[in-house]
């Protein structure tokens, strides 16, 4: 029972886990910087994400851009594109593998095998988490380096999405490491009743003999 609340509980953190690392991935927010000019009229937001880059004026109109060649991109954001994708994808089957393999479904008959099952699912989930947590932690390393060459009127600000990237690590870290502890300490009681169960029979088949 125990097991079965755990593993639901993990299953909850990792769809909230990859529903981050999907915005982390989608949204064009990672880097964000603010022009003003003479007057308030004429201030604009530059946002910059894996995928496009977006201008918003001051009066609320938005225009976005794709970028035309990935050689545009800084070396953090080319970084990015690959792992967040891969981060997905990853998050993506480990929640289908753990969902399969939970005590709370009937997809796998064998008792046996499903702590494996569930154990395989934790390690998808941390390496996922690995994989959006390098790139939005370099790229706020390489915005804050940024920051202080260049002078104020140039400085660049953390995007939401680095902020959402480090979320749904945290999240990830938290659903893979809680599968990871409930798989073993079934793993090892299974086994310890299966030696149980083994040393009972052969004291009783020494009786009858």
């Known amino acids: 029972m125990r097991s079965s609340a755990a593993q639901m509980v993990c299953l909850a ?5 990859l529903i981050g690392v999907m915005r982390c991935c989608t949204v064009p927010q990672w880097k964000m910087s603010s022009f003003i000019g003479s007057n308030i009229v004429t201030s604009q ?35 990015g594109r690959p792992m967040t994708v891969i981060s997905c994808i990853l998050c993506g089957l480990s929640l ?28 998808g989930l941390l390496l996922a988490d690995l994989l959006v947590i390098i790139p ?32 749904a690590g945290v999240i990830l870290i938290l659903a893979g490491g809680l599968l990871c502890c409930f798989s073993r300490s079934r793993s090892n009681s299974s086994g310890g009743t299966a030696t149980y169960y083994s040393n009972r029979a052969s004291v009783a088949y020494d009786d009858v003999m």
């Open 13 to 17: 953190f990792g769809a909230l886990g």
């Open 96 to 123: 289908l593998i753990l969902l399969f393999g939970a005590d709370f479904t009937t997809c796998v008959q064998n008792q046996e095998a499903k702590p494996e099952i569930s154990l395989a699912a934790a390690v």
């Open 45 to 79: 937001v530059n946002y910059e994400g894996l995928w496009m880059s977006c201008v918003t004026q001051s009066t609320g109109q938005q225009q976005c851009k794709v970028y035309d060649s990935m050689l545009v991109l800084t070396s953090d954001l080319q970084a």
């Open 136 to 167: 939005v932690s370099w790229s706020a390393h390489n915005t804050v380096t940024h920051n202080q060459m260049y002078p104020t009127s140039q400085k660049i600000e953390l995007g939401e999405c680095i902020y959402i990237g480090w979320a």
